[in-house]
């Protein structure tokens, strides 16, 4: 291949059903239109690779020493995931893949898992297999994502059916070992699909939401480690299943503000939500501007879901910013984002 191939993947968003997807229960994510970008570029490098991206920048033989770079990657956040996924290359072109992404690592939007699937499916333009063409992959048929990682159907499709449950299964396989044993793989398939997901232990449905103009999502900056707290937090069953009977009733209901105060209250005697999150939803709520918040993730508040009152849209903004924060997706048309594709 003598041209430059670039694959771009969505940000996501996990909106309920967070710790209950881990246990078979539901959950359900949307994709949001911002971007992760894996690009390559022909060149010579040592014979092999130059991996750049996020302060790190080297350059490899061949698909073996991307083995023997975990340590090093390790130190550089998210490019770890990506030396993981270039180590299974069934084959590759000398040259340049770097990554960026439209959002910062502590944003909550799904960094790990962006960088798996885009680093595999360059690998497998990289292979030489048949690409797809440019645009949405899943426009004509919003649900065959679903269809496919559960292999009831085939797609005549260059990205075939096939491929794409080999990426989704060997991507859930690094999030695993990397993140966490218990990652559901629900983020990794939203941002391949697109649009929006959900997951009930291995059935999927793909749902079509409409998402109200008071929605906003903001980014505190505060990172969380799902890892971390995977490891500090264990709720008993019965608290999993009414997070998944909260979902499970939103699906039902389209009720916003019922399903995330439901979701609010539940995490509200957890460890998963940090003072500075408790103290925004009592002043945002006293003083008139917020309806209701729940953080999205495996908690720590780094993306926090929330319904304002449109009307003091500008006074919750302006909270937002006093406190050093940014404002993410807040539009209708910001979710449900094209999935995986070629740029």
Request: hydrophobic share 45%.
């Amino acid at each position: 291949m003598s041209r430059p191939v670039e694959i771009r993947v969505p940000g996501k968003v996990i909106l309920f059903g967070e710790w209950g997807v881990t246990r078979g229960f539901a959950g359900l994510a949307t994709a949001v239109a911002k971007d992760f970008h894996a690009s390559w570029t022909p060149g010579t490098y040592a014979g092999g690779l130059r991996l750049s991206g996020g302060g790190f920048d080297a350059s490899f033989p061949n698909p073996s020493a991307f083995a023997d770079a975990a340590t090093r990657a390790e130190e550089a956040g998210f490019l770890r995931f990506a030396v993981a996924a270039l180590a299974r290359a069934r084959g590759w072109q000398p040259g340049r893949v770097f990554l960026r992404m439209d959002w910062r690592a502590s944003d909550g939007l799904g960094s790990s898992s962006a960088t798996v699937a885009a680093t595999l499916g360059l690998t497998h333009v990289l292979a030489e297999t048949p690409a797809a063409p440019a645009g949405d992959l899943f426009a004509s048929d919003p649900d065959r994502f679903v269809k496919e990682v559960t292999g009831r159907r085939g797609d005549p499709g260059s990205f075939d059916a096939p491929t794409l449950r080999r990426l989704w299964l060997e991507g859930r396989e690094i999030l695993r070992r990397l993140d966490s044993p218990r990652a559901s793989g629900l983020d990794l398939a939203t941002q391949l699909a697109g649009g929006s997901l959900v997951l009930r232990g291995e059935h999927w449905e793909a749902p079509s939401l409409s998402f109200p103009s008071e929605l906003a999502i903001v980014h505190t900056g505060q990172k969380a480690s799902t890892r971390d707290w995977l490891a500090r937090f264990e709720p008993d069953n019965a608290w999993f299943e009414a997070l998944g009977r909260s979902t499970e009733d939103f699906l039902g209901h389209r009720d916003w503000e019922r399903a995330i105060r439901e979701h609010a209250e539940l995490f509200a005697a957890t460890p998963l939500v940090p003072d500075f999150v408790k103290e925004f939803t009592e002043a945002g709520q006293s003083a008139g501007w917020l309806r209701a918040l729940k953080t999205t993730g495996a908690g720590g508040g780094d993306a926090l879901l929330c319904l304002v009152h449109e009307a003091r849209r500008a006074d919750f903004e302006s909270a937002v910013r006093t406190r050093g924060w940014e404002l993410g997706p807040a539009k209708p048309e910001a979710f449900q984002a094209k999935g995986l594709e070629l740029a």
